[in-house]
DNA sequence: CGCTGATCGTTAGCATGCTAGTGAAATCCC
DNA sequence: GGGATTTCACTAGCATGCTAACGATCAGCG
């Protein structure tokens, strides 16, 4: 009996599956404000994160990376074209391929991007001990690891399984 | 090799938004893929385990208790209504109001879809000890207090502020 | 009684994710 | 060399969230 405890309860307000969604309804409402205020949104954060760490990635190349659909990073990509953060050029050895490149304005938001989402991180778990905190980090990525197993289709098509 | 481990790296992989994001996808999708066997989708639940709680509730009512946008509610609420999962009738006393009612199939979801719920949220923490499922049912309802103090627009709008 | 303002649902349009299907280009392999 | 396969990006269409603007209805108050 650790959680429910309420007499005709349907859903157990602490049910974690419930309060993940709050919890990343809260922290993307709150990174998107604060990285909008340097005219990024939080969904070009996949994007961005990955040619500030090498420039001239491939849409495929970054949704493999984040373990995302391609349409999504091509459909992201072409609004960050739009806005002024990218360009998008075909690659000339390969013309299947396309090369992301950033700006100038994509190079200059990599500094007060990353500052607001460490801030926004740690006032978010201001609150926390620093156990809890630590218990937290190695929470996630055990679940990470525990659903990316069966539910990744191929991820590394290693020859043994 | 959990993940990722290079040397100039600009994206700290362990980036807490960055764990959220990807727990709140692989989460998200297993459940999605769990409920839909019961003919509900994941963003149903909203609704859902609300009516099962107590039936004929209104959308700015569910709206409002998960902190949720009511167009959110109305649009979730018309396609189960597609879906034979709820119907929608004008409230007799007040036309302003809708209210929206399981239908036979919305009631016999409640059972097999908040076992999947329960059970995926085991299979998902399986891996985790005790103090850590502790810790992050501890941790996660401090960020949404946390998240939803000054974030929340109107919360309760005593007199004070 | 009737005007004003608050309340409630709806529509329109956007961002972020997805799957399925298309088409072009590169590669394999006979 | 040339047809079949694989590999890319892209398009179309959906689900889930949002904000802004609209319209209808109810409640208050003169």
Redesign the pocket.
Known sequence: MQTVTLGGMTEDPTELLTLF?RVH?LLG?AA?TAMSEHGV????N?ILSRLWERDGR????I?AHW??????I??????MEAAGLIT?EPDP??????RLRLTDAGRAARVPVQAARRELAEHATATLTATERRHLRTALAKIIDRLSDEDGPDRRPTTTR
Do not use: I
């Not at 373990?67 to 999504?72: A, D, E, G, I, L």
């Not at 091509?74 to 609004?79: L, S």
């Not at 050895?93 to 396309?98: I, N, P, S």
């Open positions: 969604t309804k409402a998107d949104r939080v969904g070009q996949l491939t849409p495929g190349e949704a373990q995302v659909s391609t349409p999504t091509v459909n992201t990509a072409r609004r998008r050895d390969d013309a299947r391929l396309v």
